[in-house]
């Protein structure tokens, strides 16, 4: 993947093509088909991994921590990702908001992570995600803070706490629903 982000970010994704990229790494085009469908997979083919470890880190904590609460605690786990190599993960989210393509394919993967944060929020307020809109609600706001703190490190290069901006947002969202999350649990 590094050698495809050099290459997007020298010459710009739409005049690269699969050969250069395979050409790049030293393997054939077909092996690298055999890896990525499309080039432009080559740029989302760790998010997958992602939703499942942020699922699974929300799943670990405890389970008399609050929800929000816990989304919280996994995201910041989660943004260790982002703070182990800042450059490229700065490098790749401009490729990937400065393509228009690419843009429409970042807003699929948000909507798979909403509908797996849903889950596994339905799973651990006991209830029915078909007939309750919180955790679809939650979900959707928890996804929007995180890119909203992610917009907010990228547009700043990257210097900010990726963590505090991840706090700051959940603090909002929080806010929004109500310290005491009456409207997670359906109290009134």
């Known amino acids: 993947m590094a050698a495809a982000l050099r290459l997007f970010a020298d010459r710009g994704y739409d005049s690269v093509t699969v050969d250069e990229i395979a050409e790049a790494v030293e393997v054939s085009p077909r092996t690298f088909f055999r890896y990525f469908p499309s080039k432009e997979d080559v740029l989302f083919a760790d998010e997958p991994e992602l939703v499942a470890a942020l699922r699974e880190a929300i799943v670990g904590r405890p389970a008399h921590e609050p929800v929000l609460e816990a989304i919280l605690n996994a995201l910041i786990e989660l943004a260790e990702v982002f703070s182990d190599d800042p450059e490229r993960m700065l490098l790749h989210a401009r490729i990937i908001t400065g393509t228009p393509a690419l843009r429409s394919r970042g807003l699929e993967q948000q909507a798979k992570m909403e509908a797996a944060l849903a889950g596994v929020i339905a799973e651990r307020l006991g209830l029915d ?25 990228i547009e700043r290069g990257g210097i900010d706490d990726l963590r505090a901006l991840l706090i700051d947002a959940m603090a909002l969202l929080r806010r929004s629903f109500g310290e005491g999350g009456e409207a997670l649990t359906g109290e009134r």
């Open 129 to 153: 995600i078909e007939r309750e809109m919180a955790p679809k609600l939650v979900a959707a706001g928890t996804v929007a803070a995180l890119r909203v703190a992610l917009d907010h490190w």
